[in-house]
């Protein structure tokens, strides 16, 4: 039995159910109609046609999909008509939307820079109120005074070293020069 267009598969015969290949229902209408046995036994040797005579027939061929009722079919022929006025539409109310926000934006500015500039001054002030509290604080003036010790005994202390500096240099010239005086040298 060859394979045909009108039956791929010549050794198959389809039952109630779900048919894959063609995605419709079989059974009642949708069944392979066989005239009698022996025309089953005439298909499975010669394939679905022997002579002049059908020895079956098929279901109806066409989309699985199911016909779409007119009107439905008006609808989608209109919207699909109408489709690129709506996008047209669209578009030119986003950017009708986009620039009435650009005006928006530039005529808010001045007003939202001016309250930015209130806001910081505020907070400036704030800050600075608080940093004059926190430095009358006993214990910040008591660590304010132990600072400035600290930066008067540092420099008391390398103004001793550099004194201490002169000094031995000083006295290493009063060395030198004691040792040496009156002696002569000669270099050769």
Same mark, same amino acid.
């Given at each position: ?45 010669n394939?679905?046609s ?20 007119? &009107? ?8 699909? !008509?109408?489709?690129?006025? %709506?996008? =047209?539409? *669209?578009? #030119?109310?986003f ?58 005994? &540092? ?8 004194? !201490?500096?002169?000094?031995a %240099?000083t =006295?290493? *010239?009063? #060395? ?13």
């Open positions: 039995m060859a394979a045909t267009a009108a039956n791929p598969f010549p050794y198959w015969q389809p039952a109630a159910g779900v048919d894959f290949s063609l995605g419709k229902m079989l059974g009642g209408k949708d069944a392979y109609k066989i005239a009698s046995n022996l025309k089953y036994q005439d298909i499975l040797k394939g679905l022997s002579g002049t005579e059908p020895a079956a027939t098929l279901p109806p061929t066409g989309s699985a999909l199911p016909s779409v009722a007119p &009107s439905v079919q008006t609808y989608l022929d209109f919207a699909k !008509r109408v489709y690129p006025l %709506q996008r =047209q539409l *669209a578009l #030119d109310t950017q009708l939307q986009q620039e009435q926000n650009r005006q928006g934006f530039a005529d808010a500015y001045p007003w939202i820079s001016q309250a930015a500039n209130e806001a910081t001054a505020r907070n400036l002030a704030a800050s600075q109120t608080y940093r004059s509290f926190v430095e009358s604080q006993p214990s910040s003036v008591q660590n304010i005074m132990a600072s400035k010790q600290a930066q008067i005994a &540092s420099a008391s202390g390398a103004e001793a070293d550099r004194a !201490r500096a002169i000094a %240099q =006295q290493a *010239a009063k #060395d030198f020069a004691g040792r040496y005086t009156g002696q002569t040298f000669s270099v050769g």
